[in-house]
DNA sequence: TCGGTTGTTTTGACTAAATCAAAACAACCG
DNA sequence: CGGTTGTTTTGATTTAGTCAAAACAACCGA
């Protein structure tokens, strides 16, 4: 029968999660935070495709409002990479920045550069307040580097 | 007034800036250059508007076309805020950051953090090659935050 | 355990941002 | 001044995401 809801181990604690942010908990709720957990930095798209998979019948759509819910009550993190689909993950709170690569649109994380919080001090914050610093390394991963200098003709 | 490519004192300069990029230099290229200099953090669809205003019969494709072309060329540099279409600016080569507020999406530039590298070098690359870092300050400028707080309830 | 309220999901249409391809065209070199 | 090469236009297409209203399900309290 398609074990609509089929439980791993800790699925209560996703459950438990979502209910502790203030969200009702519902089958693709869940669902899309399981995907998360075992795909981080995936897109909507992604997401999607993976929680269909699971449990058909549940729309893009959907996904979409959940991962707006999930972020707005600080379950996912968002984060949009130049020229490409955001990507979602659930590894949040814990300010961590991301390397990517330009090529293959590779995303690893990266743990806060010095220590913690020198990044997130803009000189001179010209009136603004500033609640959040978003750090993105943008460069080549191991194997595009590799094929770039082995192929460096167009 | 329509001044099509009306030669400010500095037009030369942009011409000369664009041809030393290796570029061709041409009617829409200069416009496009002008109205950023003179507008930075500008989208797309801003910078044809003005362009059309200066240059009448320009389309939007073109500056597509023209600021993909820049920006390989390294003339200009292109900020993704989340959430919204790509900016485009001239500075370039100085590593600045940004402080974008998350209300009303208005960006501010800011020197680099501390100095200058420390925040271009992450902890620990594992197998990257980083070629440039991307610092994004989200906050609120100074005129949204008053608003947010004069009216707290929706 | 059952119903009502409230929040969620579905459906389907719609928008914005950007890309692609081919033909018309213009800049630059000699 | 003419040819080559790169640029721009035109128009269609794609991708990513939003909106609104109706159908539906989770949760709270009785």
Redesign the pocket.
């Known amino acids: 029968m398609a074990f609509t809801t089929d439980s791993p181990p800790d699925a209560d604690l996703l459950?438990q999660s979502?209910?502790d942010s203030?969200?009702?908990?519902?089958?693709?709720?869940v669902a899309v935070l399981e995907v998360l957990r075992q795909n981080p930095h995936s897109?909507?798209?992604q997401i999607s495709a993976k929680v269909q998979d699971a449990?058909s019948?549940?729309?893009?759509?959907?996904?979409?409002?959940?991962l707006?819910?999930f972020t707005g009550a600080g379950l996912v993190r968002r984060f949009?990479p130049p020229?490409?689909?955001?990507l979602f993950e659930c590894r949040v709170g814990d300010n961590h920045h991301h390397l990517l690569c330009m090529q293959c649109g590779a995303v690893k994380d990266v743990d806060c550069v010095i220590g913690q919080a020198p990044c997130l001090t803009p000189s001179d914050s010209g009136g603004f307040t500033v609640l959040a610093a978003e750090v993105t390394f943008n460069g080549l991963c191991q194997q595009c580097r590799v094929e770039t200098v082995a192929v460096p003709i167009t």
Chains 1, 2 share one sequence.
């Open positions: 459950r979502i209910r203030g969200l009702k908990v519902t089958a693709p709720r897109s909507a798209e449990l019948g549940s729309s893009t759509q959907a996904v979409y409002g959940i707006a819910a949009d020229g490409s689909a955001a």
